[in-house]
C-alpha cells in the first residue's frame, strides 16, 4: 500500500532528494524513511508549509498536471497595497512580466494590512536593509488559491500588480490543510481520510487517463 506524509517544510531547504549545496526536504526524515519517498512537486528554497512526500508515483500525475486543476493555497507578507483593482486583475487572470504569459484565474482574499516595519522578521535578509529604508511603507497579508503550479508563480502574480512577496507559505494542498501541530522540519503519516482524499483525487485521474502506467520513483 502506497504511503504518504505531509511534512511542514522550513525555509532553506530545497524541494528536492539530493542537493551538492543546499540541505533537501528529504534531511528532514530519518534515512531509513527518506530512502523510499519523493517530493510532490517544488516549493522554492525560501517557501515553507505544506509538502507531501510519497511513494506513490501515480499520485505526481493526478495532482500535477495542469489539467487537473488541483488547487494550492497560499499564505503570504508582501509589500505593496492589494487593492481592488488589483484583485479583479489577479482573479480575471494576469500576465506575468516579460514573459506575458497569462495565468488561469485565481482567488486572492485580504488577510490585513500593515506596513514595512511591522514585518520586518518576515523580510528576506539580502534585502532587509534595503527595504527598511522604507519602514513605514505600505504591506499586507493576504492568501491566495490557484490551480497551476508554474514556476515562482506566487511570487511573479504580485509582482505583477506590482507588489512584492516577502514571505510564502502554502497552507493546503489538494484538499489537505497542513496540520497546525507541525512545526517546521516536522512531518507526519497522512490520516486514512487525508489518504482517502487523495485516492479519490487518483481514481478521478485514472477515469479521464485509462492507459496511464503505475510509475514508483
Same mark, same amino acid.
Given at each position: 500500500?502506497?504511503?504518504?506524509?505531509?511534512? /511542514?517544510?522550513?525555509?532553506?531547504?530545497?524541494? @528536492?532528494?539530493?542537493?551538492?549545496?543546499?540541505?533537501?526536504?528529504?534531511?528532514?526524515?530519518? @534515512?531509513?524513511? *527518506?530512502?523510499? &519517498?519523493?517530493?510532490?512537486?517544488?516549493?522554492?528554497?525560501?517557501?515553507? $508549509?505544506?509538502?507531501?512526500?510519497?511513494?506513490?508515483?501515480?499520485?505526481? %500525475?493526478?495532482?500535477?498536471?495542469?489539467?487537473?486543476?488541483?488547487?494550492?493555497?497560499? #499564505?503570504?507578507? @508582501?509589500? $505593496?497595497?492589494?487593492?481592488?483593482?488589483?484583485? *479583479?486583475?489577479?482573479?480575471?487572470?494576469?500576465?506575468?512580466?516579460?514573459?506575458?504569459?497569462?495565468?488561469?484565474?485565481?482567488?486572492?482574499?485580504?488577510?490585513?494590512?500593515?506596513?514595512?516595519?511591522?514585518?520586518? /522578521?518576515?523580510?528576506?535578509?539580502?534585502?532587509?536593509?534595503?527595504?527598511?529604508? /522604507?519602514?513605514?511603507?505600505?504591506?499586507?497579508?493576504?492568501? &491566495?488559491?490557484?490551480?497551476?503550479?508554474?514556476?515562482? %508563480?506566487?511570487?511573479?502574480?504580485?509582482?505583477?500588480? /506590482?507588489?512584492?512577496?516577502?514571505?510564502?507559505?502554502?497552507?493546503? #494542498?489538494?484538499?489537505?490543510? &497542513?496540520?497546525?501541530? &507541525?512545526?517546521? $522540519?516536522?512531518?507526519?503519516?497522512?490520516?486514512?481520510?487525508?489518504? @482517502?482524499?487523495?485516492?479519490?483525487?487518483?481514481?478521478? #485521474?485514472?477515469?479521464?487517463?485509462?492507459?496511464?502506467?503505475?510509475?514508483?520513483?
Amino acid at each position: 500500500m502506497p504511503k504518504t506524509y505531509m511534512l /511542514n517544510k522550513p525555509a532553506g531547504y530545497v524541494t @528536492a532528494c539530493r542537493d551538492g549545496v543546499y540541505p533537501t526536504v528529504m534531511d528532514c526524515l530519518p @534515512a531509513e524513511l *527518506a530512502r523510499d &519517498l519523493h517530493p510532490v512537486g517544488r516549493l522554492d528554497i525560501d517557501t515553507e $508549509g505544506l509538502l507531501l512526500l510519497t511513494d506513490d508515483g501515480l499520485l505526481d %500525475q493526478a495532482l500535477l498536471l495542469p489539467e487537473n486543476h488541483v488547487e494550492k493555497e497560499y #499564505f503570504f507578507y @508582501a509589500l $505593496g497595497i492589494l487593492d481592488g483593482d488589483k484583485i *479583479a486583475r489577479i482573479e480575471e487572470g494576469c500576465t506575468l512580466g516579460k514573459t506575458e504569459k497569462r495565468v488561469s484565474p485565481a482567488k486572492i482574499v485580504p488577510v490585513g494590512t500593515c506596513t514595512v516595519k511591522e514585518i520586518e /522578521n518576515r523580510l528576506p535578509e539580502a534585502r532587509r536593509e534595503k527595504y527598511m529604508k /522604507n519602514p513605514d511603507g505600505p504591506a499586507f497579508t493576504a492568501r &491566495l488559491i490557484i490551480k497551476e503550479g508554474k514556476h515562482h %508563480q506566487v511570487k511573479l502574480m504580485m509582482r505583477a500588480v /506590482n507588489c512584492r512577496v516577502c514571505s510564502l507559505f502554502r497552507v493546503s #494542498f489538494a484538499g489537505i490543510p &497542513l496540520d497546525p501541530a &507541525l512545526a517546521p $522540519g516536522e512531518y507526519r503519516l497522512l490520516t486514512e481520510e487525508e489518504t @482517502a482524499v487523495l485516492e479519490e483525487k487518483k481514481a478521478a #485521474f485514472l477515469r479521464s487517463h485509462p492507459f496511464v502506467p503505475y510509475r514508483k520513483n
